[in-house]
């Protein structure tokens, strides 16, 4: 019985593993003083990170609309599958869930919405569990157990050059009432259940990647590691070649999607990895 997949381009899945999987990805949309670009469509991640500083008034985001998710469904049932597994950001978070589970409501319980709890490689992660699950013939049943697995492990952290678009965000709570105390301050955050905490931070940024590094050790022994950054390819490559022994599988190193961009700003590092515990 074959089974489609669908996510959205905050997942960030890198273009190649999209076509070796036919993962079909919907873009989050990045709105620019009244005009609205589609992830990886109409802006390059380049493109927008070298434009997001000098950016007034600053971006903002918005979720695909209903119609886009629907279209994925109905091109993926009409050409033979006979489910649909939706993975997407955090409902508390993003608008995205929420319109891929109005749009899977048209089709009769044949798409299957899963709020992730994670952004990035924390979704990505979860979409390539279940598309390896879906390449092994393994059915629908097993493939969500596949996913819950990695929904429970799945870390996702970073260093932030600033809290300040974090605190523009307005979409977490504590970063407002720190920014005082942290204006001078790299904060390191972590994503958990679609809930941002607060790692601490650090005075310098040598110091927060040595932090950031501790972090990912006390996770215990990895399945899968990714390195993400915003706009920071050299430090990113870099920062590979100092964690690669912590994995034998392959690393990615993924320029994290605008939509994510937006509300953390450029110049950011930080780690997606799926522990072998749950810790």
């Known amino acids: 019985m074959k089974i489609g997949l669908v996510t959205d381009s905050t997942a960030d899945v890198p273009v190649e593993l999209r076509e070796r999987y036919e993962i079909e990805v919907v873009p989050a949309l990045v709105n620019i003083k009244g005009q609205s670009f589609a992830d990886g469509v109409d802006i390059t991640r380049e493109e927008f990170y070298n434009r997001l500083p000098a950016m007034n008034p600053m971006p903002t985001t918005s979720s695909p609309s209903v119609g886009s998710f629907q279209e994925r469904y109905e091109k993926l049932l009409t050409s033979g599958a006979a489910q649909v597994l939706s993975i997407h950001p955090p409902n508390n978070l993003s608008g995205i869930y929420n319109a891929a589970r109005l749009a899977a409501e048209g089709f009769g319980g044949r798409v299957h919405v899963l709020d992730s709890g994670q952004l990035s490689l ?27 697995s990695v929904r429970k492990r799945v870390r996702v952290a970073a260093l932030l050059d600033s809290l300040e678009y974090v605190r523009r ?8 009432a720190m920014l005082g105390s942290l204006l001078r301050l790299q904060p390191l955050i972590e994503l958990r259940y679609g809930i941002v905490l607060r790692l601490g931070q650090a005075r310098t940024r040598l110091q927060g990647i040595e932090r950031l590094v501790e972090a990912l050790d006390s996770w215990g022994p990895l399945e899968r590691l990714a390195v993400l950054h915003t706009n920071a390819e050299t430090a990113a490559r870099k920062l590979l070649e100092e964690v690669r022994d912590r994995v034998s599988t392959p690393l990615l190193v993924v320029n994290v999607t605008p939509a994510i961009g937006t509300h953390v700003g450029p110049n950011g590092l930080g780690f997606a990895a799926v522990p072998i515990d749950n810790r």
Request: glycine content about 12%.
């Open 122 to 148: 924390g979704i990505g992660f979860q979409v390539l569990a279940a598309a390896e699950a879906i390449a092994r013939d393994v059915l629908l049943e097993g493939v969500l157990e596949i996913v819950e």
């Open 169 to 176: 965000s307005g979409r977490v709570s504590w970063a407002k």
